[in-house]
């Protein structure tokens, strides 16, 4: 029996596609419904570049793209056709150059790629751009960020709607670091079988915190009893993904930490919707972040001109438990290296039994940060100009991987209420809550 096709077989404008999407979602739907899904969803990848105010130029994406080696059909000045070079079946002499995906262009910053292809396809693929491109990052969805879209929008979209949280926290540098070591630097594989259900049961298992847990009730019975799980166990505030429920249409949306919508509802214009929702939010949190961030970086009178005069305000993250010596020295030896999930690079300086400085560099866009590390906290400050992108990867990988309860500031502003000050200018921005555009 052939596989369905995921892209339509002819396309003269962006609405043809939207039109394919749209009978794809509804076959999705249908498929869920029953517990039988023929198709594959229909998921977008938010993706962040540069934005011309951090003062460097902007790229545009048909360029980002083919330096990475795939082909883009412009439609129109702000859709683009992705295919990629690949050996449809193993019988195949030679890769051909099929289309995969569609990439639409929010603004200068922002990118979408939509696509049909199946997750453990997609999410590789798109872990596998980011990591050769240094001018491209996924959107990082922190937990506070998750949490803020939970407490101020989700759970006032009713009570007998069914809402779903998922939670993941993997205490990778409680092992062995042999062990520890393909964990962190490509979690991809893991997160596919997560996520889609594919599992390799005679894989060898370490001894380590690992929560993966799923809350799935109605909405109503989890607003009311989430606090006291977190309070009762730390693991629950490592929040990874959130169902968001329609408010147009049939279904829902799963938003994951890296950027990931899928697709649950039986539209994709109410999904395309949904994701510029999350866009507006996203960026609106970026903007607030770098404002803060760079708000004591000034320009001083001295005899021979200007004098620029850097102080910071640092992002401050404190463990709710210190990590043992051990812990923290394989957390050290591996947060730096290649192709880590941190997406740094830098050497430590020891400056104590349990304590470093980085003066290194964020490898998108190879901006510069300062980081000091210690037992029970992090601090990091990034200069003016610098990616606020930087600080969300930072908080949500701590969350994920070093301690998933931890209290972050910006300065004097804690992190939670940056994310309801970012949230509540968005909503205004865009006239009320989650109405966008479809423009």
């Given amino acids: 029996m052939s596989r369905p096709p995921i892209v339509p077989s002819t396309v003269k404008d962006r609405f043809d596609v939207y039109r394919f999407f749209n009978g794809m979602s509804s076959e999705g739907k249908e498929g869920l419904d029953v517990g039988q899904t023929r198709v594959p969803l229909v998921k977008t990848f938010l993706l962040e570049h540069v934005s011309s105010r951090n003062g460097r130029p902007a790229q545009c994406p048909v360029d980002i793209f083919k330096e990475l080696g795939a082909d883009v059909r412009s439609i129109d000045e702000t859709f683009h056709e ?79 709607r069914f809402g779903k949280l998922v939670f993941r926290h993997d205490s990778v540098f409680d092992m062995p670091i042999d062990a520890s070591k393909g964990l962190v630097s490509d979690e991809a594989t893991s997160q596919v079988e997560e996520d889609t259900g594919v599992h390799a049961d005679d894989r060898r298992e370490v001894n380590r915190r690992r929560v993966r847990s799923d809350i799935r009730d109605r909405i109503g019975p989890i607003h009311e009893v989430l ?42 214009e109410d999904h395309r919707n949904t994701v510029r929702y999350l866009y507006r939010l996203y960026k609106s949190v970026l903007e607030f972040t770098e404002q803060t961030a760079w708000f004591d970086y000034e320009e001083e009178p001295s005899g021979i001109g200007m004098r620029t005069s850097f102080k910071g305000v640092p992002l ?3 463990f709710s438990e210190s990590l043992s010596k051990r812990t923290f020295d394989r957390w050290i030896s591996l947060a730096f290296r290649k192709r880590n999930a941190f997406r740094l690079w830098g050497d430590p300086i020891r400056l104590g039994p349990t304590k470093v400085h980085v003066y290194g560099a964020d490898r998108h866009l190879w901006q510069p940060i300062n980081v000091e590390i210690a037992a029970d906290r992090l601090v990091a400050i990034l200069p003016k100009g610098t990616c606020g992108n930087t600080f969300h990867r930072l908080v949500t990988n701590v969350q994920r991987y070093v301690c998933p309860k931890i209290d972050v500031w910006l300065g004097g502003t804690p992190f939670q209420e940056l994310m309801h000050q970012s949230q509540d200018q968005a909503a205004r921005e865009s006239g009320e809550r989650a109405t966008i555009d479809s423009k």
Avoid at 254 to 260: E, M
């Fill in 82 to 160: 992705i295919s990629v070079w690949t050996k449809e079946t193993k019988e195949s002499s030679r890769p051909i150059s099929v289309c995969k995906g569609y990439l639409e262009q929010y603004d200068e910053r922002f990118f979408a790629y939509y696509t049909a292809e199946r997750a453990e396809k997609a999410i590789p693929r798109v872990k596998h751009w980011v990591v050769r491109s240094p001018k491209l990052d996924l959107t990082w969805f922190s937990a506070d960020l998750l949490h803020s879209l939970w407490d101020r929008d989700v759970s006032h979209r009713g009570n007998d």
């Fill in 316 to 318: 401050i993250i404190r």
């Fill in 227 to 268: 606090a006291r799980l977190q309070e009762t166990y730390s693991p629950l505030n490592a929040l990874y993904a959130l169902r968001i429920p329609s408010e147009a249409t049939r279904g829902s949306h799963d938003l994951y930490q890296d950027g990931r919508i899928t697709n649950r509802s039986d539209s994709f």
